[in-house]
């Protein structure tokens, strides 16, 4: 049998491999040492060999499967001398292992392959930060079984993995021609960025139509925070929400920051205000970053803009600052905890109750409690 070219030649063996029912792979090549062209070629079946003796030791890391048996099934392919085509030189058809069955043939390297649809899918998952492993458990309740399956779910991570290595080094300019193209869409998106000296972003704000319109409507009240887990590029997540009149949480826009400093968050809160037409909010909720208090001073009318700490945050902290013995002490935590949530306990009741529970359980030397009231 003869062949234009080496690609057909092993095009046909792959193909032969994959309705027999075993994997293929390249094996040694010998070259013309006139010309360099290949004169033969040998492929063989996968199973051919055996592994190397270190990989078997017990002490060996990561275990491994053997999946090398000493097969002996190979095809030589040689090149024609006055041609340039390439004919069969050799075959041996045995194998030394099992072949698949016709049921699972599919599921064999040469056959397995993730169709269009398939890295779609897992794309378009991964904007939802699925992974590729969960992506392939739902392909598979799709299709009814792994039965069904046109690939393994190490292909699919290997796409991911390819996808990942496409961008890496272009991830940030990419984020950026994205905001551009929405901003084409839709005037009201609002986007401001800056880089470094080596033209590494270092922090991003954007707020869409949506979240302006929020802003508008229900931006008296701003809740800021950066607690969130960094990304992989060690970069800090910072949304600005509020609450609607559904008492349901709005997102009014977010950012991306390198570090949490005065700079960062003087240079945040502006490109706040420059997307929200300089509509300073009635009250802004923050942590305790020093930080964040000084860049709000300097950015934010102190007399139209009240600084507030987020319980949440405060609450954290008192089983750290009252000590461990009052921490697991149920009565103590039901009362301080009703005291400070209550909404409806007027500023001098307040006054009453709080200073009760210093003097019961003896915290009215804390100095952290001073400066928290």
């Known amino acids: 049998m003869k062949f234009d070219t080496l690609q057909q030649g092993i095009s046909f063996y792959e193909n032969y491999a994959r309705v027999s029912g075993f994997d293929t792979r390249l094996y040694s090549t010998k070259k013309r040492k006139s010309d360099g062209k290949i004169s033969l070629k040998y492929c063989v079946c996968n199973k051919e060999g055996f592994r190397e003796t270190p990989r078997l030791q017990s002490n060996y890391k990561k275990k491994r ?65 699925i992974g590729a492993t969960k992506s392939y458990r739902l392909m598979k309740e799709h299709v009814g079984g792994y039965q069904n399956m046109a690939a393994s779910v190490t292909d699919s991570k290997n796409f991911q993995r390819d996808i990942k290595k496409h961008i890496r080094g272009k991830d940030a300019q990419m984020l ?24 590494h972003l270092i922090r991003v704000f954007w707020a869409d139509a949506i979240g302006r319109k929020n802003y508008a409507s229900f931006g008296d009240v701003v809740s800021f925070d950066t607690t969130f887990s960094m990304n992989e590029y060690c970069m800090l997540f910072s949304p600005f929400t509020g609450v609607d009149n559904s008492k349901s949480c709005v997102t009014f826009a977010a950012a991306l920051l390198y570090r949490e400093d005065t700079e960062n968050f003087v240079w945040l809160f502006e490109a706040f205000g420059d997307a929200m037409s300089a509509c300073d909010p009635t009250c802004i909720i923050t942590n305790q970053d020093p930080a964040m208090k000084i860049a709000n001073e300097r950015v934010f009318d102190s007399s139209r803009t009240r600084y507030r700490l987020c319980m949440w945050h ?19 935590m039901s009362e301080f905890c009703n005291s400070v949530w ?17 003097e019961k359980y003896d915290l009215i030397n804390n100095i952290w409690l001073q400066h928290m009231f």
């Open 342 to 358: 209550s909404k409806h306990t007027e500023p001098e009741e307040f006054d009453e109750v709080w200073n009760s529970i210093l």
């Open 65 to 129: 499967p053997i999946t090398r048996m000493g097969c002996n099934a190979r095809i030589t392919l040689q090149l024609i001398n006055d041609q340039d085509n390439y004919v069969i030189f050799s075959f041996y058809e045995g194998h030394t292992h099992p072949l698949t069955t016709p049921n699972s043939t599919h599921h064999t390297k040469q056959s397995r392959n993730l169709t269009l649809v398939d890295k779609k899918y897992i794309i378009d998952n991964s904007h939802a930060n």
């Open 176 to 199: 950026i021609e994205n905001f551009k193209r929405k901003q084409e869409m839709c005037s009201s998106f609002f986007f401001k960025y800056e880089v470094d000296d080596k033209q």
């Open 314 to 332: 405060i609450m954290k902290k008192v089983p750290e600052k009252v000590g461990a013995t009052l921490a697991q002490n149920e009565d103590f």
